[in-house]
């Protein structure tokens, strides 16, 4: 429990932490250096990956041991100055798996955004529609409930001064 409290906090310092500081820094420069903008580019697109896959495959990986500290390892392997392990993995594996499978992944993106506009508009008339009806109702139940619709006595009584008179009527 405290082991992987531990390495929950160190993964959070030394792999999103630091690593967003010290591209700040490179972005901030007066000329940052294209070199520095690259691996960090790089660094992110494999952490996104790495965490896509950790959330997709969490129930195959979590009982191994030592997962936590290996994915820690790893993550400091990406980015630590003597190993820059960053180019490594993305040259090696990375950029050749998304090139050589880079027009399938282009052409069901597509279909999915197609998918994804076409629920949202399906989703956006029924809700609208809900909207509509609702408010309808509302309003029905207001009127329903307003006095001008309830016949309401309307007694003048000749010995009451004038103002309890109009407070009587209204």
């Given at each position: 429990?405290?082991?992987?409290?531990?390495?929950?906090?160190?993964?959070?310092?030394?792999?999103?932490?630091?690593?967003?500081?010290?591209?700040?820094?490179?972005?901030?420069?007066?000329?940052?250096?294209?070199?520095?903008?690259?691996?960090?580019?790089?660094?992110?697109?494999?952490?996104a990956?790495?965490?896509?896959?950790?959330?997709?495959?969490?129930?195959?990986?979590?009982?191994?041991p030592?997962y936590?500290?290996?994915?820690?390892?790893?993550?400091?392997?990406?980015?630590?100055?003597?190993?820059?392990?960053?180019?490594?993995?993305?040259?090696?594996?990375?950029k050749?798996y998304?090139?050589?499978?880079?027009t399938?992944?282009?052409?069901?993106?597509?279909?999915l955004?197609?998918?994804?506009?076409d629920?949202?508009?399906?989703?956006?008339?029924?809700?609208?529609?809900?909207?509509?009806?609702?408010?309808?109702?509302?309003?029905?139940?207001?009127?329903?409930?307003?006095?001008?619709?309830?016949?309401?006595?309307?007694?003048?009584?000749?010995c009451?001064?004038?103002?309890?008179?109009?407070?009587?009527?209204?």
């Open positions: 429990m405290i082991g992987s409290l531990v390495t929950g906090v160190l993964t959070l310092v030394l792999g999103y932490a630091y690593p967003a500081y010290d591209c700040y820094k490179t972005v901030e420069l007066n000329r940052p250096e294209v070199e520095q903008l690259r691996f960090w580019c790089q660094y992110w697109i494999l952490l990956v790495l965490t896509v896959l950790e959330r997709v495959g969490e129930n195959f990986v979590s009982w191994l030592m936590s500290e290996a994915k820690l390892a790893f993550i400091v392997y990406l980015w630590y100055p003597k190993t820059r392990g960053t180019a490594y993995v993305y040259e090696s594996f990375f050749p998304i090139a050589k499978h880079e399938e992944i282009d052409r069901n993106l597509l279909e955004r197609t998918r994804a506009g629920m949202a508009v399906v989703y956006f008339q029924r809700v609208a529609n809900y909207v509509q009806s609702r408010s309808y109702e509302i309003l029905q139940y207001i009127a329903s409930q307003s006095p001008s619709q309830r016949p309401r006595p309307q007694v003048l009584l000749p009451l001064p004038f103002f309890s008179a109009i407070k009587i009527i209204f």
